[in-house]
């Protein structure tokens, strides 16, 4: 968190004082944003990413004891399999034994978990060493401007030089340590929508497969009040997602909206850019894309699979039971009047139009309608910037 202060407090300090020094200066203090003559408001908004990062590590590693977060642990780190279903059991007279090839498959589900994760952490090397590539880029280009300008052959000018490095290390630093708190952020939120979608999946294939269950399957109270407890406790689970990973994700978004708005237009209008940058603002403008895709894609998926075994009951069996036919004296066989009551009041509070499902911060819940209507907002964004850009190049 200091490291990141000082970092935001230096970004500051350059969009304060860019206008009343050279580019000498600019080169001596690593100011990349002048050097590559992009708008000096790009440093305000490094200097307000750097305390958004450090939001972010006081929530992470501070006010992160939450049910989702533990979950996490458990499965990630102590490879406990208990949370996934079992599929088949053996029953003894005394005790029910677990079958080992069960027991097998949920620890395959936690080794795919672990897979997925180590897959996610060598993209991130990837980052790191394109990072530094740039860096590097970066340095020698200063240091041959440097040599132009004669900083080598006096002791000023090595001091200056020596100043640079400086400057450079500290941004390579606080970029390093954003890169660690969004690989930490994105770890924790990868690892839990894999655990819960593969429940919800678990859900889904037992008990709600029409294709392959229907038939087999006898419906019964003690079938409908485990779905029914399963989903009230994968309910309370999104709800700590929500309050902690959605939120942090929401503001991720919202602070880079401007930004990705920015460099779409610079990539799509501006030709005339070296290589190294067109490329670090396609890589950022990629990167950001995906992550607002793949975010509301599972924040979507979760309202879905939150809401399908209320659909399915609805639909397969609670209908059915309302027709004066055999199937209507199964029913009421299976469920008495207090039992049909709670269950209809289940029903009723998923199957509404105020759904479930994570929100955009303390707004709107994500649907895809709201995906569409925020896409729209940085499409007019988009359209905004460059029609500055244009008047501007015109004048």
Same mark, same amino acid.
């Given at each position: 968190?200091?490291?990141?202060? !000082? ?14 020094? =050279? ?37 992470? @590693? ?14 990630? +780190?102590?490879?406990?399999? *208990? ?63 440097? #040599? ?43 690892? !839990? /929508?894999?655990?819960?979608?593969? &429940? %919800? ?8 497969? *029409?294709?392959?269950?229907?038939? =087999? ?20 689970? $999104?709800?700590? $997602? ?7 994700? %929401?503001?991720? +978004? ?7 708005? @920015?460099?779409?237009?610079? /990539?799509?209008?501006?030709?005339? &850019? ?10 950022? /403008? ?5 992550? +607002?895709?793949?975010?509301?894609? !599972?924040? !979507? ?8 075994? =209320? &659909? ?16 209507? /004296? ?9 039992? *049909?009551?709670?269950? =209809?009041?289940?029903?009723? #509070?998923?199957?509404?139009?105020? *759904? ?9 819940? +994500? ?29």
């Amino acid at each position: 968190m200091f490291i990141l202060i !000082i970092w935001s407090i230096r970004f500051l300090y350059m969009y304060l004082n860019t206008d009343n020094h =050279s580019f000498e200066w600019h080169l001596i203090h690593f100011n990349p944003v002048k050097m590559a003559n992009i708008d000096n408001k790009l440093n305000l908004f490094n200097a307000s990413f750097g305390c958004l990062f450090v939001y972010f590590i006081y929530i992470l @590693y501070f006010c992160n004891n939450t049910r989702a977060t533990q979950l996490i642990y458990r499965v990630l +780190i102590d490879g406990d399999h *208990r949370f996934f279903i079992r599929e088949k059991s053996s029953i003894d007279e005394q005790n029910i034994i677990v079958n080992d090839d069960d027991d097998y498959q949920r620890q395959k589900i936690v080794r795919r978990i672990r897979l997925w994760l180590t897959i996610y952490h060598q993209a991130f090397h990837f980052l790191y060493y394109a990072s530094y590539l740039l860096a590097i880029i970066y340095e020698i280009q200063i240091l041959m401007m440097l #040599k132009k300008f004669g900083y080598f052959s006096s002791i000023p000018g090595i001091i200056n030089i020596i100043i640079e490095l400086f400057h450079l290390i500290l941004v390579i630093i606080g970029g390093q340590t954003c890169l660690d708190i969004s690989f930490i952020f994105g770890a924790c939120f990868i690892t !839990i /929508t894999m655990i819960l979608f593969t &429940k %919800f999946q678990q859900i889904k294939t037992k008990w709600l497969d *029409r294709k392959k269950h229907v038939k =087999s399957i006898k419906i019964n109270r003690k079938i409908i009040w485990n779905i029914r407890n399963r989903i009230i406790k994968m309910l309370i689970l $999104i709800e700590s $997602i929500d309050h902690t990973y959605g939120i942090l994700m %929401f503001l991720f +978004i919202l602070f880079n909206f401007p930004m990705n708005a @920015y460099l779409t237009m610079i /990539t799509i209008i501006t030709k005339t &850019k070296p290589f190294t940058e067109q490329l670090l603002h396609q890589t950022i /403008t990629i990167n950001q894309w995906s992550y +607002i895709f793949v975010f509301h894609y !599972i924040a !979507i998926r979760f309202g879905y699979y939150l809401h399908l075994p =209320s &659909k399915y009951f609805i639909n397969r069996y609670y209908l059915k039971c309302t027709k004066p036919s055999t199937n209507r /004296t199964t029913m009421m066989m299976i469920m008495n009047i207090r039992d *049909r009551l709670q269950f =209809s009041d289940w029903l009723e #509070k998923f199957h509404t139009k105020k *759904r479930y499902g994570l929100t955009y911060g303390r707004t709107n819940l +994500i649907t895809m309608s709201t995906f569409v209507q925020v896409n729209f907002l940085n499409y007019l964004n988009f359209n905004s910037l460059k029609i500055v850009i244009f008047h501007s190049k015109k004048f």
